[in-house]
């Protein structure tokens, strides 16, 4: 067992990589929001998280992005739904902070096992 | 992956809506302006958008790294061409002007105020979404030197 990366920093490092990907997306989708003929593209964040964690030793291929189902489309052939995109970007925003704050406290145990518990 | 790029996206948008915004007003500003350097009344402007592929230097490192590529990379906005509107000018009769024809009428370019307010608030809402998708990558980006700490 690797006693500097855990299995948490494990997961954790993989939903950053997949969450800063995920507001990629948004950020495209926002600045196409008024371009003719735009799809929305995303993410099965789930689904992607599952085959990162799968993948021994980082994941061999990119997430899959596809065209976001579901979304009512514009007489201009766009299909951006601004309530999704600006739902899903204070979701990412809130995602990676939790991320973040996790893999924090993860490093912090990790040095006060170093310090033989006597803080850090 | 690199959340500086969420900066390109954002500000190629914030671009093209700035530019947006700009032909909106020039529109209004000259919605009753008779003479052009082309001749004729003012022609009201119009903006094409086309998603921007990404950067050809950006792919080709990709694809030379052996890694991302392709969809990987992210893709803007851009304003493809500004084109001129084909509805005719509209007359209206005015014999006392300058620029009547032999018969009193006066073309007028043919711009609806309403049209281009519309238009205006429009981009601007765009320009303020995109703001804040800025603000959120700059948040992340924060947040991520936290890990240092």
Same mark, same amino acid.
């Given at each position: 067992m690797n006693l500097i990366e855990t299995p948490l920093m494990h997961t954790l490092s993989r939903a950053l990589d997949l969450t800063s990907t995920q507001q990629r997306l948004v950020s495209q989708n926002i600045a196409n929001i008024d371009t003719p003929g735009y799809r929305s593209q995303g993410i099965d964040f789930r689904q992607e998280l599952q085959?990162?964690? !799968? @993948? @021994?030793g980082g994941p061999e291929t990119a997430p899959l992005v596809r065209e976001v189902p579901g979304l009512i489309e514009r007489p201009d052939g766009n299909n951006v739904s601004l309530d999704h995109e600006s739902l899903?970007? !204070?979701q990412n925003q809130l995602a990676f902070q939790v991320d973040v704050q996790l893999l924090r406290a993860e490093f912090n145990r990790l040095q006060q096992a170093i310090n033989g518990g006597s803080g850090q | 992956m690199n959340l500086f790029e969420l900066f390109q996206v954002s500000g190629s948008a914030l671009a093209a809506e700035r530019l947006r915004a700009e032909v909106a007003t020039s529109n209004l500003a000259n919605s009753e302006t008779t003479r052009t350097a082309e +001749? +004729? $009344?003012?022609r009201r402007q119009m903006v094409v958008f086309n998603?921007? $592929?990404a950067s050809q230097f950006r792919l080709l490192l990709a694809g030379s %790294? &052996? &890694?991302e590529g &392709? %969809?990987?990379a992210a893709g803007g906005v851009q304003v493809s061409q500004v084109v001129d509107d084909p509805t005719p000018p509209q007359r209206r009769y005015e014999p006392g002007h300058p620029d009547a024809d032999a018969s009193g009428y006066v073309d007028y370019p043919a711009i609806s105020p309403v049209q281009e307010m519309v238009d205006l608030m429009g981009a601007e809402r765009a320009y303020e979404l995109n703001a804040s998708a800025v603000q959120a990558a700059k948040q992340m980006i924060q947040q991520s030197l936290q890990i240092l700490k």
């Open positions: 085959r990162a964690l !799968a @993948e @021994e899903l970007m !204070a | +001749g +004729g $009344p003012y998603s921007r $592929p %790294l &052996g &890694g &392709g %969809l990987q």
